[in-house]
T-cell receptor, first 114, second 114 residues
Framework: SQKIEQNSEALNIQEGKTATLTCNYTNYSPAYLQWYRQDPGRGPVFLLLIRENEKEKRKERLKVTFDTTLKQSLFHITASQPADSATYLCALDAGGSSASKIIFGSGTRLSIRP | NAGVTQTPKFQVLKTGQSMTLQCAQDMNHEYMSWYRQDPGMGLRLIHYSVGAGITDQGEVPNGYNVSRSTTEDFPLRLLSAAPSQTSVYFC?????????????FGPGTRLTVT
């Protein structure tokens, strides 16, 4: 069956450290994978997209990697801050095209302690 | 631009009642979708549309109907509400051309079925 799994339901790390979140998928062949941030009571907000032919993407303190052989994406937040505390969701296109449906993982709740 | 708007913000229904959740976007996006979010389960796709007159089922379509008569609007109908449909509902839209296919989410509708 098709699955998207974010391995940690919750992650608690010290301010200043690097947070690493994992997204694994099975029986999909996505053209791209996305990461979103969701704060309590709000809708998700897009952060980064990485395409199947890209190994790594960066945006300020954020870095995403995509390994289509392992069927895995890693999401890193460097120099983490308490304001980075939120739920992070990975998502992929389920059909490999620009009009494909987007399927989400269950999310990882990240807490950064001062 | 208002982005993606959803009404109502909150709704309480009795079992068996019907209602329509409204969603509108002013970004001329071709693709619109409905998700439900339950604790610990991330976002699950209900229905989606790649353009006016075209809709398709997502992961959890049972109990919900949709139609897309205009580019701007994508209402979600609950024909006979059940307690299992208690959830937070998010509408989202995105372009299917250009880059980068990121989804824009509305603020959500919190629905309780008693």
């Amino acid at each position: 069956s098709q699955k998207i799994e974010q391995n940690s339901e919750a992650l608690n790390i010290q301010e200043g450290k690097t947070a690493t979140l994992t997204c694994n998928y099975t029986n999909y062949s996505p053209a791209y994978l996305q990461w979103y941030r969701q704060d309590p009571g709000r809708g998700p907000v897009f952060l980064l997209l990485i395409r199947e032919n890209e190994k790594e993407k960066r945006k300020e303190r954020l870095k995403v990697t995509f390994d289509t052989t392992l069927k895995q994406s890693l999401f890193h937040i460097t120099a983490s801050q308490p304001a980075d505390s939120a739920t992070y969701l990975c998502a992929l296109d389920a059909g490999g095209s620009s009009a494909s449906k987007i399927i989400f993982g269950s999310g990882t709740r990240l807490s950064i302690r001062p | 631009n208002a982005g993606v708007t959803q009404t109502p913000k909150f709704q309480v229904l009795k079992t068996g009642q019907s209602m329509t959740l409204q969603c509108a976007q002013d970004m001329n996006h071709e693709y619109m979708s409905w998700y439900r979010q339950d604790p610990g389960m991330g976002l699950r796709l209900i229905h989606y549309s790649v353009g006016a007159g075209i809709t398709d089922q997502g992961e959890v379509p049972n109990g919900y109907n949709v139609s897309r008569s205009t580019t701007e609007d994508f209402p979600l109908r609950l024909l006979s509400a059940a307690p299992s449909q208690t959830s937070v509902y998010f509408c989202a839209s995105r372009t299917t051309t250009g880059r980068p296919y990121e989804q824009y989410f509305g603020p959500g509708t919190r629905l309780t079925v008693t």
